[in-house]
T-cell receptor, first 111, second 117 residues
Framework: SQQGEEDPQALSIQEGENATMNCSYK?????LQWYRQNSGRGLVHLIL?????REKHSGRLRVTLDTSKKSSSLLITASRAADTASYFCATDAFSWGKLQFGAGTQVVVTP | GAVVSQHPSWVICKSGTSVKIECRSLDFQATTMFWYRQFPKQSLMLMAT?????????EQGVEKDKFLINHASLTLSTLTVTSAHPEDSSFYIC?????????????FGEGSRLTVL
């Protein structure tokens, strides 16, 4: 069953703007990951944040985790057209590798 | 980074036929592989966990006799969709966990799109 819910479902922004998407989950987790998926392609791992971490950065990505609210956010700063993709959060509440994915946020960045 | 290859990347078949999808870890050994299914504009749903040398573990609601999984070596897992029907049309994605288990990094294949006519 799907663990997480994401919002917004879709996001349309212009290049240079920031994109923020949120993920909520239902059970306790070991860590939370964010993935990107270009249309019709596989998944690209973006970042992993452990349950004892609150914030993590990787390049233009910033992820926060609030375990008390069972939620996480992904911020993409200074977006580019190449950032156009669907973004999924995933948790491994049950065991490592058995990921439960959120519904995903479809991001469109227009030049 | 490590590469996971899926083959075929897309396949079209007639209803009633069986289709085999391969998932290979190209430069590492994978004791565990996972199979996901993704319907259009939806999220990935875990179907089963494939362990080298043992039977696969299926998620609730996934028919093990319909989706046959074989993990005969440390670099190859196969998913066979038996007697495929149009409702089986989907995007199938595998992921592989490097040997050593624990929190070994996961690598995803590029997916295989199945269309059943």
């Amino acid at each position: 069953s799907q663990q997480g819910e994401e919002d917004p479902q879709a996001l349309s922004i212009q290049e240079g703007e920031n994109a923020t998407m949120n993920c909520s989950y239902k059970t306790s987790i070991n860590n939370l990951q964010w993935y990107r998926q270009n249309s019709g392609r596989g998944l690209v791992h973006l970042i992993l944040i452990r349950s004892n971490e609150r914030e993590k950065h990787s390049g233009r990505l910033r992820v926060t985790l609030d375990t008390s609210k069972k939620s996480s956010s992904l911020l993409i700063t200074a977006s580019r057209a190449a950032d156009t993709a669907s973004y999924f959060c995933a948790t491994d509440a049950f065991s490592w590798g058995k990921l439960q994915f959120g519904a995903g946020t479809q991001v469109v960045v227009t030049p | 980074g490590a590469v996971v290859s899926q083959h075929p990347s897309w396949v079209i078949c007639k209803s009633g036929t069986s289709v085999k999808i391969e998932c290979r870890s190209l430069d590492f050994q994978a004791t565990t592989m996972f199979w996901y299914r993704q319907f259009p504009k939806q999220s990935l749903m875990l179907m089963a966990t494939s362990n080298e040398g043992s039977k696969a573990t299926y998620e609730q609601g996934v028919e093990k006799d319909k989706f046959l999984i074989n993990h005969a070596s440390l670099t190859l897992s196969t998913l066979t969709v038996t007697s495929a029907h149009p409702e089986d049309s989907s995007f199938y994605i595998c992921s592989a966990q490097a040997r050593g288990g624990g929190t070994g990094e996961l690598f995803f294949g590029e997916g295989s799109r199945l269309t059943v006519l």
